[in-house]
């Protein structure tokens, strides 16, 4: 007996769940704990490297065993045909049509839920879960006011397509509020505490880096501005190493400024990078103190206007 496992996150073109992935790593481990040979076969997209359904010979398998997901449609219904010889079996599948040929072409159905028939809890509820970082990305959309110093554009495609292949959960928070949009807080202490649940800021906004130190998070903050601006300077008031400039993106080529990325995001999960933001967190209270001060002795001073 060899079995391979499949699902939709095993279709090159498909839209691929964390349920169905979940599901699909549940039956692996069950399969294994049984002793049962098998495959797992995933989409080069998501997983590059990886056996596909076109590696997956037909003739070296005696089982298809699909997982999670609509038991349904066209790509289902291929895989009946080039997966003929073999016994096929669903599992934790959604039933719509009974009659469907994508359902008919099973040996075995066992579904999560079908018509007129109690449902079950789904499987990624069991499986287990390999906890990773939390990243918080706060990025700019440009500021006209830099002119031809601007290279937001390329500093945040560069900064997305890293932490795409960094091993984390992404968070993208934006710092614009909005008391009807679902999609933005609609308070600073709502942006606040939402970026207190990351373990890492990936920022290239000021506030992004404020708000993070100021609650003891991490941050990795890059300047979009040519030359730095106002995110160097932050940097810089709050004597913080993890600040970047657009140069060392573009001038170092992606090897060198994804090396750099990958050392500083080692530096900011480490003991070094959380005990140093924790310093500065004790150390926010007194942010702008001296302005503040200075701003108060001017009113007090100042000839009210006639």
């Given at each position: 007996?060899?079995?391979?496992?499949?699902?939709?996150?095993?279709?090159?073109?498909?839209?691929?769940?964390?349920?169905?992935?979940?599901?699909?790593?549940?039956?692996?481990?069950?399969?294994?704990?049984?002793?049962?040979?098998?495959?797992?076969?995933?989409?080069?997209?998501?997983?590059?490297?990886?056996?596909?359904?076109?590696?997956?010979?037909?003739g070296e398998?005696?089982?298809?065993?699909?997982?999670?997901?609509?038991?349904?449609?066209?790509?289902?219904?291929?895989?009946?045909?080039?997966?003929?010889?073999?016994?096929?079996?669903?599992?934790?599948?959604?039933?719509?049509?009974?009659?469907?040929?994508?359902?008919?072409?099973?040996?075995?159905?066992?579904?999560?839920?079908?018509?007129?028939?109690?449902?079950?809890?789904?499987?990624?509820?069991?499986?287990?879960?390999?906890?990773?970082?939390?990243?918080?990305?706060?990025?700019?959309?440009?500021?006209?006011?830099?002119?031809?110093?601007?290279?937001?554009?390329?500093?945040?495609?560069?900064?997305?397509?890293?932490?795409?292949?960094t091993d984390?959960?992404?968070?993208?928070?934006?710092?614009?509020?909005?008391?009807?949009?679902?999609?933005?807080?609609?308070?600073?202490?709502?942006?606040?505490?939402?970026?207190?649940?990351?373990?890492?800021?990936?920022?290239?906004?000021?506030?992004?880096?404020?708000?993070?130190?100021?609650?003891?998070?991490?941050?990795?903050?890059?300047?979009?501005?040519?030359?730095?601006?106002?995110?160097?300077?932050?940097?810089?008031?709050?004597?913080?190493?993890?600040?970047?400039?657009?140069?060392?993106?573009?001038?170092?080529?992606?090897?060198?400024?994804?090396?750099?990325?990958?050392?500083?995001?080692?530096?900011?999960?480490?003991?070094?990078?959380?005990?140093?933001?924790?310093?500065?967190?004790?150390?926010?209270?007194?942010?702008?103190?001296?302005?503040?001060?200075?701003?108060?002795?001017?009113?007090?001073?100042?000839t009210p206007?006639?």
């Open positions: 007996m060899r079995v391979l496992i499949t699902g939709w996150p095993s279709f090159l073109h498909s839209e691929f769940s964390a349920g169905d992935v979940a599901a699909m790593r549940r039956v692996a481990d069950a399969l294994g704990t049984s002793g049962i040979p098998h495959e797992l076969a995933w989409s080069p997209v998501l997983v590059p490297g990886s056996l596909t359904l076109d590696d997956a010979d037909p398998f005696t089982d298809l065993v699909f997982v999670s997901g609509p038991a349904h449609g066209r790509q289902v219904e291929e895989l009946h045909q080039r997966y003929a010889r073999c016994r096929r079996t669903a599992i934790g599948v959604t039933v719509i049509d009974e009659q469907a040929p994508a359902v008919r072409g099973f040996h075995h159905v066992l579904a999560r839920d079908r018509p007129r028939v109690p449902a079950t809890r789904d499987l990624a509820a069991g499986g287990s879960i390999s906890p990773t970082p939390v990243a918080a990305i706060v990025v700019s959309h440009g500021r006209r006011e830099y002119g031809p110093l601007r290279r937001h554009d390329g500093v945040h495609r560069y900064l997305l397509n890293w932490i795409g292949r984390c959960a992404p968070m993208v928070v934006d710092l614009r509020l909005d008391r009807v949009n679902a999609r933005l807080c609609s308070t600073a202490d709502q942006f606040a505490t939402l970026l207190g649940r990351a373990d890492v800021v990936v920022t290239s906004r000021l506030h992004g880096l404020v708000f993070a130190l100021a609650q003891g998070i991490p941050a990795i903050a890059v300047d979009p501005v040519g030359g730095g601006g106002k995110v160097s300077a932050q940097g810089a008031a709050w004597q913080w190493p993890a600040v970047l400039s657009s140069e060392e993106l573009y001038d170092g080529g992606d090897g060198q400024a994804g090396a750099l990325l990958d050392r500083w995001w080692q530096w900011c999960l480490g003991p070094e990078g959380r005990e140093m933001a924790a310093d500065r967190a004790d150390q926010a209270a007194d942010a702008g103190s001296s302005q503040l001060l200075d701003l108060v002795e001017r009113l007090r001073s100042a206007a006639e």
